[in-house]
């Protein structure tokens, strides 16, 4: 069963009766996952950036954006409008799918894996995951890539507090490290 289909079956009835919600609207969800991957080091050896445009979207399975500087910082040798990152946005079922692709493919995927943090959280139900290789995605080939680069995964929900974040990813199978 797809994630976007037990959201709708199982978890919002679940949720709504755990954290005691009259309405079925102010149940936390999923709104967007936005996935970014830093390019800046990357720019400074090579200005063929293209494999790592051609990994996001692969991930993703949409075209990514490349973000360019905003404004000069000299220290980082960085001048306005170079390129220094590539994002795309999931909303819908594309998101509920690539949530479901991280918790039942990736992560089991990653190295000395024993759980995800509870502080990762942004304070509004938000959590961030970071992966240092992009490598533990089984869409990208580890004979094509030439220089190993992260990702930054940011789920988005529309929970009002931590609390609520922390109860609507335990219900989707967060694996969550045992806080002592």
């Known amino acids: 069963m797809s994630l976007y289909k037990q959201m709708t079956s199982e978890v919002i009835p679940a949720l709504k009766k755990d954290l005691g919600l009259k309405n079925t609207f102010s149940i936390p969800r999923i709104q967007k996952v936005k996935v970014n991957v830093g390019i800046g080091t990357l720019t400074k050896q090579t200005k063929d950036f293209s494999e790592v445009l051609e990994n996001v979207a692969k991930i993703t399975g949409q075209k990514p954006v490349v973000t360019k500087a905003k404004v ?70 580890p004979d094509d890539v030439t220089n190993v680069h992260g990702i930054q995964v940011t789920i988005v929900t529309t929970a009002k507090n931590d609390e609520q974040g922390l109860a609507l990813f335990r219900k989707i199978g967060f694996p969550f490290k045992k806080e002592l």
């Open 72 to 141: 000069a910082v000299s220290n980082f040798k960085l001048r306005k409008g170079m390129p220094v990152g590539v994002t795309v946005t999931l909303r819908g079922q594309r998101a509920y799918d690539f949530v479901d692709r991280i918790v039942n493919v990736v992560l089991p995927r990653v190295r000395d894996f024993r759980g995800l943090s509870t502080k990762a959280f942004d304070g509004h139900g938000n959590y961030s995951i970071g992966f240092k290789e992009a490598l533990v995605f089984p869409e990208v080939n």
